[in-house]
């Protein structure tokens, strides 16, 4: 089937952050296995760290149908051969139709969604991951109870006010929902845009 060219959206923050994000994702991903992210939203990321990452798998996530359809869209665009058609999964929901990966991404993912979200992430990381195995989180954050920016902060009202259970986390929270599920955070990298990536690795 020929999916739908109208389908497939644009998200200008990816194209400012997808550079970055892979210079981190280069040094700090499996050289080969399967990659789930998700979240996936446009599938803008998947195609282009799959296309740079060609030893791995990567398998996109999205469960509104309407990224899914956008997903499709950009493999199809991008005839990139490492990656997988989207799942549709929401964390909270077990099955989450795959099992044992060699890592998981997750980009713009934790302060867009209830804290629900972050704990039923870590808690499917911590069992598909193997010892090793690599949780890669991007995102603002707030640092020793403060937040790390002026935008920053105007941000949180603005995700709070759209949905009351979302909001620029706390790092430290999110680290130690990381170590209560056998997943120890390396040290925080410093993004551009007031950001930063948290790499968590499994412990064996």
């Not at 934790?110 to 598909?128: D, Y």
């Not at 707030?142 to 941000?155: I, K, L, M, Q, V």
Request: proline letters at 8%; one cysteine or more.
């Amino acid at each position: 089937m020929t999916a739908d060219s109208t389908a497939r959206r644009m998200a200008p923050a990816t194209e400012r952050n997808r550079e970055p994000i892979l210079a981190v994702l280069r040094d700090v991903l499996p050289r080969s296995g399967t990659v789930l992210e998700i979240a996936s939203g446009t599938g803008q990321h998947a195609v282009h760290f799959a296309a740079a990452l060609p030893g791995v798998t990567w398998q996109p996530s999205d469960p509104d149908a309407t990224h899914r359809e956008s997903i499709d869209a950009w493999i199809e665009y991008a005839q990139v051969a490492n990656v997988r058609p989207p799942l549709d999964i929401d964390v909270r929901r077990e099955p989450w139709g795959v099992d044992a990966v060699d890592a998981i991404v997750g980009i713009n993912l934790v302060h867009i969604a209830p804290w629900a979200v972050a704990e039923a992430l870590f808690a499917g990381a911590g069992k598909r991951l193997a010892p090793g195995g690599v949780l890669y989180l991007y995102g603002p954050y707030r640092r020793d109870g403060a937040h790390t920016a002026p935008s920053n902060e105007a941000f949180d009202r603005q995700l709070r006010a759209a949905d009351s259970e979302w909001g620029v986390r706390d790092m430290e929270a999110v680290i130690a929902l990381g170590a209560a599920n056998g997943l120890t955070c390396d040290a925080p990298i410093p993004m551009p845009a007031n950001n930063f990536s948290l790499v968590f690795r499994k412990q064996g």
